[in-house]
């Protein structure tokens, strides 16, 4: 039966509709290793079970009856917290949150609803899904089934645990510094972060909140790419106030791999990363050199590392700090005031003071980010894809102590822990997708992910060589005391 549990929801939706299974039995078989495995992990923070089980029962009598199914019919899903589900809390890991229990569903819900599958929980977060882990005072810490002494990811770190131990058919996080992609390296499965407002957000929100923010976006994370992009034509399209006059066509490259010209960022002094990630990064390029595809090593946009990264960390500040309560701002901006510096390096100046960033600030930060874009756009004339780390190391071990405290360890050497931001921004900061594919456990027997970046839109092309890759070997691996 661990087969069952590890399938990809596309094969799960083949056997319900091929009626191997029905939806209420495979229903029941995720929730009974729920309650084997989730207490010794705590992905899963919210059941949805009643709900659940009608929906299941439901699912099976269209079917039955013969009646028009979605893509996901019956597939049983969890899904981040952060996401507004009826009646379930939506806290993004707040304490002063914790009564917030929306009326409705996020459209990205409604939609995959709609897609057809069961939602029958919510996975853990961290708080204001600001952090590498996942842990918060309401749910409390959520551990990778790889190792539980690590961390599973963050902020979507319940979603990639509940996926890797097998409990759930399918979820959805959200990224704005590698949300979905982190958690997806750290736990060996699949996660795409796709363009910017790609998949409409309305709904992923705290409580008032219509307008998408910068940045972020919302995306599924899988044990399948063929599951990506099931999920991704299932929650994207123009939410209704776009949909008189915009539609969407995504396409994959139209090329065989053969044809394909791919850049290599395997490592930078900006954000130096262990050697096992590097060395996946070059195993995945030489798989697709082996496909007959162009591979260089030396291919990257004409522009500056450091400075697109300083550019990057001043949009995510202003982006992050927006979202505090107004007393905590204003404390942030007396801080902030009175550490001027008169020999303070500029980079960190502006880094340090986007955290306050009055408009005019913020719009030279997006004039940057806008000649960022373009130069990526002239580079994916040339290229079709680049294929670079998402994270430093494999998972590391719980750390809660305050986040200025905190450190990692890379080749021996102290990096600071928001310094592996560098690769999550690289697709982030431009608007481009990013998807991420396992390549296996490292020496420690943990998984490392790699990421491979696309144009902007490109979403079925980053997602096209994940499938290729995936075929190639490069796929999930159950953890083995969830098999």
């Known amino acids: 039966m661990s087969e069952l549990a590890f399938a990809s929801a596309s094969k799960l939706a083949q056997m319900i509709r091929e009626k191997e299974i029905s939806s209420v039995e495979l229903l029941e078989f995720y929730l009974h290793r729920v309650d084997e495995y989730n207490p010794g992990l705590n992905a899963i923070i919210w059941h949805m079970r009643d709900e659940a089980m009608d929906a299941a029962k439901k699912a099976d009598e269209k079917l039955a009856a013969n009646d028009s199914i979605g893509t996901l019919h019956g597939v049983p899903m969890t899904i981040k917290e952060s996401y507004d589900v009826a009646g379930t809390p939506s806290t993004w890991g707040v304490p002063e949150l914790r009564d917030n229990f929306p009326p409705v ?12 599958v069961v939602l029958f929980g919510k996975t853990n977060v961290p708080l204001r899904l600001s952090d590498f882990q996942s842990y918060n005072d309401i749910y409390g810490t959520t551990n990778n089934p790889w190792d539980v002494l690590r961390i599973p990811g963050g902020s979507s770190g319940g979603s990639a645990a509940s996926l890797a131990a097998g409990l759930t ?91 394909w010209n791919v ?17 996946r990064v070059v195993s995945v390029a030489e798989a697709l050199k082996g496909l007959g595809a162009s591979v260089n090593f030396e291919g990257r946009p004409a522009f500056a590392a450091d400075q697109v990264h300083t550019t990057y960390q001043s949009l995510l500040n202003a982006t992050m700090t927006c979202r505090l309560p ?8 007396e801080r902030v005031e009175s550490q001027e510096s008169d020999g303070e390096d500029p980079r960190s100046n502006q880094v340090r003071r986007s955290q306050v960033a009055r408009f005019k600030d913020w719009t030279r930060y997006n004039e940057e980010r806008t000649h960022v874009r373009w130069k990526w756009h002239e580079f994916f004339e040339t290229y079709d894809v680049v294929i670079a780390p998402i994270m ?5 071990e719980h750390d809660h102590r305050p986040m200025w405290e ?74 083995p005391k969830y098999r």
Request: aromatic share 8%.
């Open 105 to 116: 569903d996020a459209l990205s819900v409604k939609r995959l609803k709609n897609a057809g």
């Open 406 to 479: 905190r450190s990692i360890m890379v080749n021996g050497q102290e990096q600071g822990y928001f310094t592996q931001l560098f690769w999550a921004g690289l697709a982030v900061n431009a608007y481009l997708p990013s998807t991420v594919v396992p390549t296996g456990p490292d020496s420690k027997g943990l998984p490392i992910g790699v990421q491979i970046i696309g144009p902007e839109y490109g979403d079925f092309i980053t997602i096209e060589v994940a499938k290729i890759l995936e075929r190639e070997g490069f796929s999930f691996t159950a953890p």
């Open 392 to 396: 430093a190391t494999s998972a590391f």
């Open 263 to 279: 850049a290599v960022w395997q490592n930078d002094d900006v954000a130096p990363v262990d050697s096992e990630v590097e060395a």
């Open 326 to 333: 107004d007393d905590d701002y204003q404390q942030l901006v």
């Open 169 to 259: 058919g399918i979820d959805s996080g959200s990224d704005i510094g590698g949300s979905i992609r982190n958690p997806a390296h750290f736990c060996g499965i699949f996660g795409h972060k796709p363009t910017w407002n790609l998949l409409p957000p309305r709904g992923h929100a705290t409580p008032g909140i219509l307008s998408p923010s910068d940045l972020s976006v919302i995306g599924p994370m899988a044990r399948s790419a063929d599951d990506l992009e099931l999920a991704v034509k299932a929650m994207a399209g123009p939410d209704e106030i776009q949909s008189r006059g915009l539609s969407l066509s995504l396409q994959p490259s139209g090329k065989k791999p053969s044809q």
